[in-house]
């Protein structure tokens, strides 16, 4: 079974950046893989999605321009850089493992990480 372990996330000031981070506990190189996000109060929403090869990315309007879905070149880590953060941006973020929007289409998540921004 697949585990994914996330780091990064913390606070930070409107207009900065963050980075997370997604380590599996055996290759990526098959699976699509995606970022979602849940705020205090609202249902899990999709962040971005990359598939398999790297090669396509899917992302949701809110973020499109500002984040960015990438794999890591030793296939076993996602990454998420996120820039030019604002406060609507604070959440929980997880990372997980599925291709689409729909979160029934993911089987296996991250523990998830906290991200919040001041304004």
């Known amino acids: 079974q697949v585990q994914l372990v996330q780091s990064g996330g913390g606070e930070v000031q409107a207009g900065g950046s963050l980075n997370l981070s997604c380590v599996a506990s055996t290759t990526l190189n098959n699976y699509h893989m995606a970022w979602f996000r849940q705020a205090p109060g609202r249902q899990r929403e999709f962040v971005a999605s990359i598939n398999d090869s790297g090669r396509t990315t899917v992302y949701a309007d809110t973020v499109k321009g500002r984040f960015v879905i990438s794999r890591g070149i030793a296939k076993t880590t996602l990454y998420l850089q996120m820039n030019n953060l604002n406060p609507e941006d604070t959440a929980v973020y997880y990372c997980?493992?599925?291709?689409?929007?729909?979160?029934?289409?993911?089987?296996?998540w991250g523990q998830g990480t906290q991200v919040t921004v001041s304004s």
């Open positions: 997980a493992r599925g291709w689409g929007t729909a979160i029934s289409a993911y089987d296996i």
